[in-house]
DNA sequence: TCTGGGGTCCTAGGACCC
DNA sequence: TCTGGGGTCCTAGGACCC
């Protein structure tokens, strides 16, 4: 049995658990440079605001009702993760932390241990609730796809308390038939629409199509197995985090700049700051990348015709994770897609390929030298971790402006980093 | 005026190999 | 005119997720 544990409009309950006044008022928190609406409280919902919606769009709304709009706060928002995912670990043998606010338990043969696995879960939820203030719904169900389901069901319909258990045929139809298609998980806009033209416009629906049907039009062997987790055969397995934190496979830096920009030089200062960033994400991870893209993107919203980004790629020589190496072969990418003339509004760096034991290879290459990158990438990392990120950057960084970088953008809503930054620590009294 | 960021998996086609 | 079969690797692109 699988139980799905998702915390309800995460970053704005995260906001609220250190600024109870915003309980009970509409508040919505925006993505970077307050660009779009990205987490909605019930009561932001109940007033018709959109997820994914631009702020200026929804302006006159927000200013007629008093809507809060506050800037994201990552470093509140992951510490807040990780105090959630930690107390999950230890409710269950096998954790994944599936996003920021999400996470599969397996809860196989709890049940003898825990009584009814419904009880164990209202345990749980409450649980986390009076550690974190965060509020979420659990769903339990045979297979990943059932939960996300029985979750969704359970966030739905306040009668059910914020728990759903799916442990017979008879519960798994009643769910599925509440559930229209386009909201079950793996079923974004483009199926949706392929799915109703069909006449098939429910999750029950869904479950009924042969095989042969969820191959031709889902996606090949993705489809197939999502109808059969649907019909409570599983297909995905659970994939346990290490100590909360996930290996990834690939590790990106990308943002759009505060205002568009038109020199190299201040481009080249992103780039660089993104290539930092990405590396060191890459060292916290232990990996070393083999592969490296940047891109370079100008507005998509304006009158010129697509493409709106040109990426570069290159193949290390030599898998690394040292940042004055990505920032340099970063800086011969953009080099290559530079054009002069062209305003820019956004640009990122992509890490790939990786593989462990990178450092062994660098140091194959610089018997000496490897392992003194190697301590200076450390020291580089201490000191960011206890000065805050950006502290210490190498030279390209900072481009052609000794003050503030022009790529950086506004963030004038946001709250403290109440949990993690000393000068921001949160006020008793 | 103002439109996010960071991931996953799968497929198809070409190059190349034996 | 005839001119195999099977495998891997790489890349680009599509669809989805939070």
Redesign the pocket.
Known sequence: MFALV?CNN?YVSCERAFQPSLEGKPVVV???????I?SRSAEAKALGIP??E????I?PLVEQHGVQALS?NYALYGDMSGRVMGYLASMAPELEV?????AFLSLHGMARWHGPLDTYARQIRSEVRRRTHIPTCIGLAPTKTLA?LANRVAKKDPSLGGVLLLDSNERRQWALERVPVE????????????LHSMGITTAAGLARCSEAIA?KH?????GA?LVRELQGYPCHQL?PSEDGS???????????FG??LAQFEDVLGAVAA?AS??AE?LRRQGSAAS?LTVFLSQ???GNAPPPHTR?A?V?LPVSTSNTTELVRFARALLGRLWQPGTVY??A?V??D?FEQGGQEQLSLFAPDGGERVERLMRKLDALNARYGIGSVQVAAVLGAHPGKAPWK?QQQRRTPAYTTCWDELWQVG
Do not use: H
Request: charged content about 25%; some cysteine; proline content about 3%.
């Open positions: 998702d995460f925006l993505s970077n440079n307050d660009g779009c990205v997820m994914g631009p702020l200026f769009k302006r994201s599936y996003s920021i606010d999400e996300k909201d079950v998980w793996g079923i974004g806009r483009q199926y949706a629409t392929k191959r889902l996606g090949g062997v993705v197995r994939n996930l290996a990834r496979q690939s590790i990106a830096c990308t943002r759009t205002r568009p993104f960033r990405a994400k592969l507005n998509r919203f990426s790629q193949t509004t956004k990122g992509i890490l390929g953008g």
